[in-house]
């Protein structure tokens, strides 16, 4: 397994618990595959320096987790299929 971190920008009608539930629905999925979730850190309500989507603002977090490439793959899927997240980025730290 190797080393992730996931960052994703909700969007900003989202209360901030509707925000930590969805966190929690990824760290789910992420632990029913097989990944081992390390942290998760909410940044909270940015604003952004240009539109996305045509919105100005939304909620950001950062989840740190361990996963096997195929993991990886259907997370990248399922966040790109989903409506409550305007962005998403998967990075390996120090790759």
Known sequence: MRKYELMTIHRPEFSEDEVKAKIAEIEKFL???GAKVESTD???KRRF???IKHVREGH???VTFDAETA???EID???SLADAVLRHKIVRPGA
């Open 49 to 51: 320096t240009y539109e």
């Open 60 to 62: 950001y977090s950062v």
């Open 71 to 73: 993991t990886v793959d």
């Open 31 to 33: 632990g029913d595959h």
């Open 42 to 44: 909410l940044w909270g």
């Open 77 to 79: 899927r399922v966040l």
